[in-house]
């Protein structure tokens, strides 16, 4: 965002609050916001499936009004109305690799040089409805 001559706003919700009740405390904090924003990008879908629906019942047009974006694509992200636009990890490939870095580190796979700590995932975004 900020190479694009954005500024982020980060909210995060209180601890104890259950996924879908954080999403719509962190909607109603933001759009309390002067300006109000283009779009809030959540750290998974359960937040935002909370905050979509608590946009939808304070009135507002999604995406129209606030675009929404989630992360993980749950089976659920498709069901919403709108459905939720998401960014899709590789799953698969992250239970994979964490195996392999475990078993590397406790010796029980060879490794060439050293257990590499930074392996970069390609996450595939899933246009929905809600962005």
Known sequence: MCELGLEPWVFAPEADRAPFEAGKQATEALMNTSPRPDAIIFANDNLAAGGLLAGQRAGLKIPADCAVLGFGDYPFAEMLLPSLSTIKPPALEIGVLAATRVLESLGLLPV????????????????????
């Open 112 to 131: 060439e040089d050293e257990v590499q700590r930074l392996n970069l995932l390609e996450c595939q975004v899933i246009e929905r409805e809600s962005a």
